[in-house]
């Protein structure tokens, strides 16, 4: 009977129709596999048919290469030592097919349901029996995946154990060595990292890995070294470095630069590698010697540079599944952690860290720069590839004062021979010192020029800002400001660069759910110490943008976004708050001193500055010339910020800056259209278009919005970011603003434009795209009811000190200052460059602002008027 059952469920079995069904059927499976030699399958039965193991066997070799049955079968309780067994002896008839089946299922079956304890001691023993080892270690690897019940009960049974054992014996064949890493593998993806109970099960495992990287690398076997590399790097992950001692300290950093040195580029590799220095650097730091930073450190920032560009574009990953941002993540902390400031090499993994994102930013402006004219990019090639000259030249620049730091700090200096001989004792031994701190010195100066390239080279593309941040840009500013405290003019420079970088890359998504991590609590505290200093406008407006971006908010809402030049005159009013619909500060909440409650604005005036000028430093409230202002901003020193905000209390006061370019001897800038397509792109960003609007401009600034409203009323529909600011906007006031042009610009007056004088420059020339500017914005002026107050200025500005005296000129005309429509107001006794700078509350220029500000808000708030006409002259005033 056995026998004809037998037969009849090898046939079944053969025909592909029927296979599923007689998968299905668990007693027929569970007799095929002879249960446990009971009474269930057909070992515990008498059978004088020797055919019927035969015919089982065959049966469930057809099971099992067909990848619809195979995992049915191996997840049948006890399926996997019973097969072990039925395969034990190789002569038994059909044994060595169905091993053969067993191995084709294992590459497609990777998790098992949770096992018993006796088919894990079953299978652990068929392991250390050596018969079907790989296939035992397969199936605790299985287990371990399937199920947290199947991992606890492995490593409770010592499984980690018996893999390491089989490790590290030097007579396991290398198919078991595989499938053994294959299972540790498997068991480490679930453990838990740092605990105690995980460190004492897999701790011991490093000494092998370790020994087997070696050996992968010189039998050159790279499926091995990737196997051997990525245990190496989930161990240390989950805790394994606390192994790090006394000799095994000494192994791992030859490792780690074994793998930084071998040609390969599997990405298993690069994380042993980068996982190993990391540890190291947690662990015993000052035990490690320099060919750490000589030999890994470049390899290390390589490998940051591919991944984050490799994150940005494509995303990469290896057989063993380490992917590119896992590589990148871990190579990130592994610098965070070299740099550490009490690490005799920790300044110079920093300039490093950085030399390396300038190179790397060269590269990847390269791609744009080699892009086709016709195809679509974010930036155009030949700005692409000024962007990439200026990276590579910020980065030789930091290399140069990076290495002559490093020789004066590692190798004593001492001056030329001829000086040497002038010079006394005490002098002579304290020159190697000197010169090192010189060096160090002027490394730092480079370091902060640099840090401001990248920031420029950033600021208007938002996949470099991605690629920044994917490059560990947060990290290394952290480390960067570990000093913020401190106050002198070389921190407060750094400051800036930072908190401008923080609150370009806080406007994406990615960026903010870090940062609000909280092991970055830290860097939160430092932007909030900032954020409301009051001796600085532009510190201040960086670090509230950021906390703006970052701070938790209602999920529901579509809160500003503040793209690079977009500033806050009043960074600490609670109407931003209201806005981004987050929490108020800590330290801004309750309590006698407390802000008001926020509440949303009214209204938006918008400032835009002119040529050469700056968010801030146009709106001062002290008089300047024409190339001098005073280095010090606080907010009492400029007007918006001190005055206009008590004044206006209801309106959200925004500056912005963007770069103007008087020559193209200072590079290539941005044409004057595109400059005005960002503008309108930025404004709406911040919310700019949501409620009623009034721009206050000076100089160049006022072509930029009238060109900015020209084009908005072209475009039909009211959808657009730019048709929305046009439909809110209510007036303008312009400062001085060359509606004709002026001569200066003709003349070419300004020895920087004689040659070759900016396409920006250019604008201000006198001419037919002026006029035709001017007569567009009339039109808009009146169609769409905007008010207009311009103000022209009463006195000569002094241009060119010659030794003798002092040129003067009137830089715009009060011909040109008028548009023709809306009022004019002339400011006698004031230049260009102070037209747009009261220097007391009561000056007739500031109150006509306010005057005009009050009337064009209060009248879009009530029925609608149309544009005004002609216009009307008034002179006098101060």
């Known amino acids: 009977f056995s026998s004809r059952v037998a037969s009849l469920v090898e046939d079944v079995a053969a025909h592909g129709d029927h296979r599923e069904s007689l998968a299905a059927n668990t007693r027929v499976v569970s007799w095929l596999l002879g249960a446990d030699g009971g009474e269930t399958g057909w070992l515990g039965q008498k059978n004088e048919d020797p055919r019927v193991g035969e015919k089982a066997r065959r049966a469930l070799t057809s099971l099992l290469l067909d990848s619809r049955t195979a995992g049915r079968v191996l997840q049948r309780p006890g399926a996997v030592p019973n097969l072990l067994r039925l395969c034990s002896d190789r002569a038994a008839p059909g044994a060595l097919p169905l ?99 995980v460190q004492l099960a897999f701790g011991s495992c ?159 402006y390269d791609v744009y720069a080699g892009a ?22 910020a980065a030789e620049k930091l290399t140069q004062a990076t290495e002559a730091a490093a020789s004066t700090a590692s190798a004593p200096q001492m001056p030329p021979k001829d000086v040497l001989q002038v010079m006394k004792a005490a002098a002579q031994a304290a020159y190697p010192t000197a010169a090192a701190t010189v060096d160090d010195a002027m490394a730092n100066v480079a370091l902060l020029k640099s840090l401001k390239t990248v920031a420029s080279l950033v600021s208007e593309d938002s996949k470099a800002q991605l690629w920044l941040f994917n490059a560990g840009a947060v990290k290394l500013l952290r480390r960067l400001i570990r000093d913020a405290e401190a106050d002198d003019e070389g921190k407060v420079e750094l400051q800036l660069e930072v908190s401008r970088i923080l609150a370009m890359l806080s406007a994406h998504a990615a960026v903010q759910d870090y940062l609000r991590l909280r092991k970055n609590m830290d860097l939160l505290q430092w932007l909030q110490a900032l954020s409301v200093r009051e001796d600085n406008c532009e510190l201040a407006s960086n670090a509230r ?69 700056g968010a801030f430093d146009t709106w001062r409230n002290l008089h300047c010339t024409w190339d001098y202002s005073p280095e010090e901003m606080p907010l009492s020193g400029c007007w918006p910020s001190a005055w206009l905000s008590g004044d206006l209390p209801e309106a959200r006061l925004l500056s912005v800056g963007y770069q103007t370019k008087l020559s193209e001897w200072e590079g290539v800038a941005l044409g004057f259209q595109e400059q005005a397509r960002q503008l309108v792109e930025k404004l709406s960003d911040a919310g700019v278009g949501d409620r009623p609007l009034v721009f206050v401009c000076h100089s160049l600034g006022g072509l930029l919005v009238k060109e900015m409203l020209v084009k908005a009323a072209k475009e039909g529909g009211d959808d657009s970011n730019a048709r929305r600011v046009l439909n809110q906007c209510k007036g303008v006031i312009f400062y001085s603003v060359p509606h004709y042009g002026s001569w200066i610009a003709e003349a070419g007056w300004n020895l920087r434009m004689v040659a070759a004088p900016s396409k920006t420059a250019q604008i201000l020339r006198p001419g037919p795209y002026l006029e035709e500017l001017n007569r567009q914005m009339s039109a808009v002026h ?68 306010v005057e005009f500000l009050r009337k064009t808000l209060e009248d879009s708030a009530g029925p609608q008027g149309g544009g005004a006409g002609g216009g009307s002259r008034e002179n006098g005033g101060e």
């Not at 086709?372 to 030249?393: D, Q």
């Not at 801004?588 to 802000?595: I, K, L």
Request: glycine share 10%; charged share 20%; aromatic share 4%.
């Open 99 to 197: 091993l053969d089946a067993l191995a084709a299922a294992s590459t497609s079956v990777t998790a098992l349901p949770a096992p018993s304890a006796g088919e894990v001691s079953a299978t652990m023993s068929a392991l250390e029996e050596g018969g079907d080892a790989a296939h035992a270690a397969w199936a605790l690897g299985c287990w371990a995946a399937g199920s947290d019940e199947g991992h606890a009960l492995l490593v409770h049974l010592n499984a980690v154990a018996l893999l390491r054992q089989v490790l590290e014996a030097e007579s396991s064949p290398e198919s078991l060595v595989k499938q053994s890493l294959e299972a540790l593998l498997r068991l480490l993806e679930r453990a838990g990292g740092g605990n105690e109970e």
């Open 206 to 364: 490093l000494e092998p890995m370790v020994a087997l990287c070696h050996r992968a690398i010189k039998a050159n076997d790279s499926e091995l070294l990737s196997l051997s590399a990525r245990c190496i790097g989930d161990l240390l992950a989950k805790g394994a470095e606390g192994e790090l001692r006394g000799g095994r300290s000494h192994q791992v950093q030859h490792l780690a630069l074994a793998l930084c040195a071998h040609p390969s580029r599997d990405l298993a590799v690069r994380y042993a590698a980068a996982r190993s220095l990391l540890a190291l650097a947690g662990q015993n730091p000052k035990g490690m010697n320099g060919r750490v930073i000589s030999e890994g450190l470049p390899k290390v920032i390589e490998w940051v540079l591919e991944a984050s560009a490799a994150t940005v574009i494509s995303p990469a990953s290896s057989a063993t599944g380490v992917t590119e941002s896992i590589v990148g993540k871990c190579a990130t902390d592994a610098l965070f952690a070299l740099s550490q400031h009490d690490l005799p090499w920790g300044a110079q993994v920093e300039r490093k860290w950085l030399i390396g994102l300038l190179q790397g930013l060269g590269d990847f």
């Open 372 to 393: 086709e004219p016709e195809s679509p990019a974010s930036i155009e090639p030949v700005f692409a590839k000024e962007l990439a000259g200026s990276a590579r030249y």
């Open 545 to 613: 943008k950021a906390l703006l971006h970052i701070l938790p908010r209602d999920s529901s809402c579509s809160p500003p976004v503040f793209r690079d030049g977009v500033h806050l005159l009043l960074p600490k009013s609670q109407q931003h708050v209201a806005l981004a619909a987050c929490e108020p500060l800590e330290g801004e909440r309750g309590g006698e001193a407390a802000s008001p409650a926020p509440h949303l604005p009214h209204a938006d005036v918008v400032f835009i500055h002119g040529l050469g000028g």
């Open 782 to 849: 009146k169609a769409a009811g905007i008010k207009v107050l311009s103000f022209g200025e009463g006195a000569r500005t002094p241009m060119l000190n010659t030794g003798v005296g002092t040129i003067t000129t009137e830089v715009v005309a009060l011909e040109s200052a008028y548009p023709g429509y809306g009022e004019i107001v002339l400011l006698s006794g004031t230049d260009h460059v102070n037209s747009c700078k009261p220097s007391r509350i009561e000056e007739k220029g500031y109150q006509r602002t």
